[in-house]
């Protein structure tokens, strides 16, 4: 089972997979750079080595990395627009360096409330990129909880960026599902679970569903709000998760915590994962 968490990279991506043995991780996210800031960074080929080595010599069956938070695809203004491109292709380059399985980025958000727009020059400016960076790292698009003008918050428009897509390019695009976002932007993962699942069949596809954030949530149901709280201790509870890790639809699919880590990083992730695991029995 590919099941893992968001670990540091803290010193360097080389340490990324002696962090993701201390917690017992088959699956890791990690950000290849500081997420609040522009600032560019390159991953040195040494750097890239040792981690690569790393996750291949600790049996880790799936990497990806996180986005940087400041990237906005879908924005109207135009400067923002081409910076954002820029660091996106940023993020690529050095995933593909690291030899990640997918990037995981949010559809943005349209600032100017063209909907319409954003999602089209999101899925327009992510085949550029995907055309000037070959390779085989995924991107994904995450789920969002849907606050103002954010888009992603509906299966119906991940589906649309896709279908926008060149199928030149599809093939290098799928989604990840946040457990947290999705019930907050109103699909009922507690009481109606099969339904969200049949919704998102309906839509996106299973088959382009390709990772899934395991998070618990801090708010309400459908409060387009987004704070992850540990497995089992928010609004979702426990038994989301426990249909989850018992789905063979999903039994696949790599499964990566995003909770908080408090003090002790490698405790907490430790703890959500033992709850994770003790679902399976
Ligand atoms: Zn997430
Ligand atoms: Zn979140």
Redesign the pocket.
Known sequence: MLLGAHVSTAGGCCNAPGRAEEIGATAIQIFTKQPNRWAEVEVGEEDAATFRDGIASRAIGYTNAHDSYLINLATADPVLRDRSLEAFKGELRRAERLGLDALVTHPGNATDGDMARGLAQNAALIEQALEEVPGSTMVLLET??GAGRVLGSTFEELAEIIDRISPLQRHRVGVCL?T??VYSAGYDLREDYDGVIARLADTVGLDRLRLL?L?DSKCAFGSKK???EAIGEGTLGDEPFRRIMTDERLAPLPKVL?TPKGDDHAAADRANLARLRSFLS
């Open positions: 969002t909880a946040d947290c976002h954030h998070n987004d704070r992850h995003e």
